[in-house]
């Protein structure tokens, strides 16, 4: 279960990062709305992850998973760059929460 709340912390950690670009600095409402409610999610399912989960594995995984959902976000639906290059790095990251779930 832990792990589960985990993976969809670091989802959320895609929301709150992606309305963070959204809301121009603080300066519109209804990005800064998701925004805290996101990190909300997004912190609080970490906390509950981290007490059955070890800190650093934990950590790791939350921003790894948040990291390529932000990414594929930016380049699903904000047009940035979906190079060989990008998708072999975000893979690496993958590579490195599977490897990390494995040895947890």
């Known amino acids: ?34 925004f805290i409610l996101g990190c909300t999610i997004s912190m609080g399912g970490l906390a509950f992850a981290l007490r059955v989960i070890p800190v650093g594995t934990g950590y790791a995984v939350w921003t790894g998973v948040g990291a390529i959902g932000t990414a594929v976000y930016g380049m699903a639906a904000l047009g940035e760059p979906a190079t060989l290059a990008r998708i072999a790095c975000l893979g690496l990251i993958v590579s490195g929460i599977i490897g990390l779930k494995l040895i947890s």
Not at 9 to 14: C, H, P, R
Not at 24 to 31: K, T
């Open 1 to 34: 279960m832990a792990w589960l709340v985990l993976i969809i912390s670091g989802l959320f950690e895609t929301v709150w990062a992606s309305a963070l670009a959204a809301s121009d600095g603080f300066r519109r409402l209804g990005p800064v709305l998701v």
